[in-house]
């Protein structure tokens, strides 16, 4: 179960989290918020990739030190090396995370042909699987993502639902946060809805 | 260890195809000014690289004028620093920062960009030519050259990580070069050291109270 304890996070003037407090309790969440509310913000910092002026995030009721070894993240907001194709940034994911070429889910979201597109040249939706792919890849316990249906096609969206079905089933105190403007296919698959 | 080995090279062969790609396209954004550069720069750049040589050899040897030398010190690791800034983006592979972040391990990171901040000081790799230079007899006459060259080091390091306490650095540092003191080299440089320490302790200033 993932906790936010009183959080504060500003962008230069704008104060975008107050003493906020956030407890997820479901397995599965869709969070919910109007745009630049901070729904990616919020997941940016429980990924410990973004900082806060202050507060803390808790996990199964304990701060994780390397937050990064736990939490798998698909976010516009990380910007994958723009310079490689498709194929070596998996690649690269595949070895500082010691694992296999993930075919199945090459093949899953029918990425194989655009492999060898350097990543700038991918279309969004195409960028989209490549990030999806990454965090997929790594299996960890508390899985994060922005806007995953955003620009992905209907056979892949099926593949992505297929893939949250079973993500949690080896987890047992794993969970997973989604964001989505579109939450009703999310519903349909166990999610429950949240406000911010 | 093999496997572990592995993975930081491919790692490290990342980062230095960023810094090479990042460095590019920065210098393909001045290609508009290149003809101004060549024209202007392009003579005189042998002239600079002498210049560079020159103030690190006023640097070494100012006994005559420990005052002089140091200010000429702090104007140096000044516009050095100032280079160093330039250069961040592609040291630290800043635009995919949260990247490196999610996949790899800190001190990878860290190790990564001190081998490319090494890489782009081509001021610090300048003192180290004439500090390999230097015999034991020279080096006893200019001791305060190894801390400049570790003042050089501080610099890059807190350009990358610590950008407001370099500030704090060089306002201190400006303060005690211009106080009517009168103090040997080494004295000047182990106050710059000293302030160089003591500023990574002083908090952030919050400018905007606004809540």
Redesign the interface.
Known sequence: MIEIKDLNKRF??A?VF?NYNKQFNGKKTCLQAANGKGKTTLL?II????SSQSGYVLFNSETIESV?NYVS?ASD?????D??TARQIIE??C????KEMPEQLITGFRFDEHLNTRFRALSSGNQKKCQLI?AFLKQAPFLLLDEPSAALDQESIRFLLTLLDDYLNDKPNGQIIITSHEPEVFLQHGFECSSL | MIDYFARYISFLSFRYLAYTTTLKSMLSQLKSFSLLFALVLGPAFLGLVLLLFLGLGKIVDSHAAPAYGAKLAVVYLLLESVMLWAMTPAIKNAQNRAFQRSLFKSSWRVCVDCKLLFLSNAWLIASLLIAMDLSLKQWLQVPHFLLFMLLQWFCGVFVLYRPLALFYSFLISFVLVLLPVSLTLLQYFLGFVAIFCCSTLIPPVRISHKS
Do not use: D, H, V, W
Request: charged share 20%; net charge positive; glycine share 4%.
């Open positions: 230069a003037s104060q107050k940016m990924a410990g990739l973004e990064q993240i907001r990380i910007a994958l090396p310079f490689l690269l994911s070895k500082a995370l010691k990454i």
